[in-house]
């Protein structure tokens, strides 16, 4: 009697944080209504695993996926802490208002966590994203809303610098696939130093815009490159 | 007549047939209940229009990513969620209530809708935020059947943009007192024509010169505050 019950209090202790694999389905949904995603970045990993943290400067890898929508670096992240990933499941750019295809992952026992990274264009270093939410071991239908973030490596200067601009470091937009983004700006505020923000990833305040393309301040659109939180919907179905 | 002595058998049969079924006061098949939804405007200065709570079945009446149905335009643009109603309604039903009134910046109201056990209830609510061209917010198809009597749930929502009218805060194009323009307008000028979420405005203070709206029309996520209940 005394030892079942025993055996019945471990049980209880060991199982909420026994590692399973799973089957799982992520579909990232982009929400706003004139902000490309680039390509998506889905990894399950270990619990102590980030592609990025709030508070916490951005990593080399995580400033090229923020800046230029490289997210190459932070697959060497995933693969180093033996998580696994789905990189690009949309295919490409990820329009307003769409889906992504389903990022199907089987996971491993010890990639008990989720993380979601892809950059937001046009800016100059947002990035929506999703930091080790962890998966639940009952099966079911998840759905989480995601924030805009700002890596904090590059100032908001919302000047296009097409193509250079995705360069770590490098000033300025590298690109507006809505075709909406103008030129001639004076920059919202100043290229370098980066000293209107803390240099350290944080909720992205939003951008500013303008209505004139061949000039004002900056070179997006007040009409169109606006956005308010959740930028993003996930869907994760836990088979 | 000549059959006229097997009639009043019959007649008395199918009369304690139905007594039998509805005489019983311990057997009654229909359990009703009460869900009670009480809706709060979060925003600075826009006035939601009367807001629309419908209990059904089926499928939502939007989803991001998708066009808006011309019903939910309607209440989109102009604030109207009669057409909304009915859609849902013919789609599968339970019950519905609409406000008599917008809701200002800051105030409430409340619904009680009393309708037969049903475990696969869904709830849709919906309101404009009637200075912007076609913003809205609530949800629709939240599963409540599975509620237990007593059991609650709170939530806070954002503003969607429905997606069928460019957001030109121009004079003459939004219903609300900011403006007192047109409502619904069955034109589609919004340049991606589907369900997202809101921008916000802009406002001529913001550099918009063409808007009607300024500062005191913006508003942030959440917008809406939706509190249900099962009462009973």
């Known amino acids: 009697m005394f030892r079942k019950s025993f055996g019945a209090a471990l049980a209880a202790l060991l199982l909420p944080g026994m590692a399973v694999a799973a089957d799982v ?3 990232v949904t982009n929400l706003t209504g004139g902000i490309h995603f680039t390509p998506l970045l889905v990894a399950a990993h270990p619990a102590g695993t980030h592609l990025f943290q709030t508070g916490e400067p951005a990593s080399s890898a995580l400033q ?35 889906a992504s295809g389903v990022a199907m992952l089987s996971t491993d026992a010890a990639n008990t966590h989720l993380s979601v990274t892809a950059m937001l264009l046009p800016t100059n270093d947002g990035f929506v994203g999703l930091d080790g939410w962890e998966i639940p071991t009952e099966a079911g239908t998840y759905t989480l809303m995601l924030n805009a973030y700002d890596a904090g490596s590059e100032a908001n ?16 937009i590298p690109g507006d696939p809505s075709g909406r983004a103008g030129s001639g700006g004076s920059g919202v505020v100043a ?49 | 007549m000549t059959r006229n002595g097997k009639w009043p058998l019959a007649a008395l049969a199918m009369l304690g047939l139905l007594a039998g079924c509805g005489g019983s006061d311990h057997d009654d098949p229909v359990e009703m209940r009460t869900l009670r939804v009480s809706v709060t405007n979060l925003t600075a200065n826009q006035p939601l229009s009367p807001v629309l709570v419908s209990l059904h079945r089926g499928e939502p009446a939007w989803r991001a990513g998708a066009p808006a149905s011309a019903a939910l335009e309607r209440l989109a643009e102009g604030g109207d969620g009669s057409a909304l109603a009915a859609e849902l309604a013919a789609a ?15 105030g409430r109201d409340s619904f009680e809708l009393r309708f037969p056990a049903a475990d696969d209830a869904v709830l849709t609510v919906a309101t404009m935020l009637v200075n912007t061209n076609d913003g809205f917010s609530g949800f629709s198809a939240l599963p409540v059947g599975g509620l237990d009597a007593g059991a609650g749930r709170s939530f806070v929502l954002g503003a969607w943009d429905a997606g069928t009218e460019d957001n030109a805060e121009a004079a003459g ?45 913006r508003f942030d996520n959440p917008v809406l505050r939706v509190e249900i209940e099962r009462v009973r």
């Open chain 2, 173 to 217: 194009s939004m219903p609300g007192p900011a403006d007192g323009g047109e409502g619904f307008n069955p034109v589609r000028d919004d340049p991606r024509e589907a369900v997202r979420i809101h921008a916000g405005v802009v406002g001529r203070q913001d550099g918009l010169a063409s808007s009607v709206l300024d500062s005191k029309h």
């Open chain 2, 92 to 106: 599968g039903g339970i019950v519905d209530a609409s406000g008599s009134a917008p809701v200002a910046p800051g």
């Open chain 1, 191 to 239: 290229s370098t130093p980066n000293d209107a923000e803390p240099n350290v990833v944080h909720i992205h305040r939003g951008q500013l815009g303008d209505t004139d393309a061949a000039g004002g301040i900056s070179d997006l659109d007040s009409r169109s490159h606006r956005w308010l939180n959740p930028v993003a919907r996930v869907t994760v179905v836990v088979q």
């Open chain 1, 64 to 98: 090229a996926m923020a800046e230029g929508g490289d997210i190459a670096g932070l697959e060497g992240v995933v693969s180093a802490a033996g998580g696994q990933f789905v990189a690009d499941p949309a295919g490409g750019i990820l329009a307003p208002a769409t």
């Open chain 1, 25 to 27: 389905e992520v579909t």
């Open chain 1, 157 to 172: 200067d919302e000047l296009m610098n097409p193509g250079a601009g995705g360069a770590p470091g490098v000033a300025g």
